[in-house]
């Protein structure tokens, strides 16, 4: 035969749930519109995959036009487009720019400036891009 099991604790004994209060927020203005859009129809969406591709060719192409005019102006571009979050979009053409202000800066062992902004400009740029300057 089992032996029944007797516990040893009491009801008085196990803690009761806090009730907490509820408040009645208004409703948000902007609703769900940000937290996750996707556009019902495919027509929309193939129109912002477009839109998203046209900016992006766009932006490798002030990329290179950085690039042809000065050291500093190209960093100026990069520094910018990691501060807006999308330079992941251009880590190739980042990586080479870089590299090749690299190369250019180690055989002329100059830029364009001698002052502390363009000199720390091209730190900041390789370590964010995780290049070994």
């Known amino acids: 035969m089992s032996t029944p099991v ?34 019902k129809d495919k027509v929309t969406y193939t129109c912002k995959e477009g839109q998203v591709e046209d900016l992006k060719k766009e932006g490798r192409r002030k990329l290179m036009a950085a690039a042809a005019a000065s050291p ?5 571009f ?18 080479e720019a870089l590299q090749n202000i690299y190369d250019s800066f180690h055989e002329a ?9 363009n000199i720390a400009l091209p730190t900041q740029a390789t370590r964010v891009q995780y290049f070994m300057w």
């Open 78 to 95: 990069i520094d910018a487009m990691q501060g807006l979050g999308v330079a992941y979009h251009f880590e190739g053409e980042i990586e």
């Open 72 to 76: 500093s102006q190209l960093l100026n």
């Open 109 to 117: 062992n100059d830029m364009d400036g001698d002052d502390l902004y």
């Open 6 to 39: 007797v516990s040893t604790c009491s009801l008085a004994q196990i803690p009761t749930p806090k009730i907490r209060l509820v408040e009645n927020f208004h409703p948000n203005i902007w609703g769900d519109q940000f937290v996750a859009y996707i556009p």
